[in-house]
């Protein structure tokens, strides 16, 4: 009687190899969102026209000192804009390209802070952007709109840690969860050696704005106080931080990166004057 073995081998399982590129919750709903809100274009002219108006970014809605133009929304109008205008965008085209950047970028941003954080991030980053048009378009009547400087945010946030060995845009990523806990890095190291990353703090600064809004007898008065409680004993001004930011992109800083620079003329020493402690 013969005895005969049988060996069978068993080859484990391959290990599930996730996608690339996976689209987390929080972005899918984001670019829903801005797919729903485009089929406005499907409205009336005059409709459409109305809720660019009213959800649109538009600077001159926040001066008074030229024509007095009246923009649909009212006062609430000047709050909710700041976000709004993101959400909005011009045609399919400009929708596709924002949503390109998004797809890698914003699915790294998404999984790391978890679906409020996502969303409050997009949200900052779109008021951000808001104050900066404002800023340099003070008078500006055409409405502003699109998601570019939320995806400019999550770019410049998720450039910090999607590179990092094991991270989402790494050769080498592990799982989704393993590849959110990678540690971020400074922009200083991130964008290294390319580009330099040096940072301006201004403090009090004595601007035009101060003489508008309060009238030149009370901003002389806001400088004679900021000049008093500082070592410096003066208020800076715009040209103050204009020179740090020359010397910043000159060749003299060539070797100088993750830098912060304080142009508030001493304030955050904790100087007071005697009689004001």
């Not at 809720?51 to 929304?73: A, E, M």
């Not at 993101?86 to 998004?102: K, T």
């Not at 679906?115 to 008021?127: I, L, N, S």
């Not at 009370?218 to 004993?233: C, G």
């Amino acid at each position: 009687m013969e005895s005969q073995s049988y060996s069978s081998s068993v080859e484990p399982p391959d290990a599930p190899h996730e996608p690339i590129l996976t689209l987390p919750g929080a972005l899918t709903a984001y670019v829903l969102l801005i797919a729903a809100i485009h089929l406005r274009v499907l409205m009336p002219v005059d409709l459409e026209n109305w809720t660019i108006d009213v959800f649109g970014f538009i600077p001159k809605r926040y001066d008074s000192t030229l024509l007095n133009i009246t923009f649909p929304g009212g006062a609430g109008a000047k709050v909710w804009t700041f976000v709004t205008y993101s959400l909005l965008h011009a045609n399919l085209s400009h929708i596709g390209f924002n949503v390109l950047w998004l797809l890698p970028f914003g699915s790294a941003l998404a999984r790391r802070f978890g679906p409020v954080r996502f969303f409050a991030f997009m949200a900052v980053t779109a008021a951000a952007g808001a104050v900066a048009h404002l800023v340099t378009h003070e008078h500006a009547i055409a409405p502003m709109i699109g998601a570019s400087a939320s995806v400019s945010g999550a770019m410049a946030a998720a450039i910090r840690f999607a590179f990092v060995q094991g991270s989402f845009l790494s050769f080498t990523r592990g799982d989704a969860d393993a590849a959110a806990k990678v540690p971020a890095l400074s922009l200083a190291r991130a964008l290294a050696p390319k580009i330099r990353v040096n940072a301006i703090c201004p403090g009090f600064m004595d601007t035009r704005w101060f003489s508008s809004v309060f009238g030149e007898e009370k901003a002389q008065r806001v400088r004679e106080n900021v000049a008093k409680s500082v070592p410096l004993q003066v208020a800076a001004k715009p040209e103050d931080v204009a020179d740090a930011a020359l010397f910043f992109i000159s060749d003299a800083a060539r070797h100088v990166t993750g830098e912060m620079v304080l142009i508030d003329g001493g304030a955050h020493l904790g100087f007071a004057p005697t009689r004001a402690r």
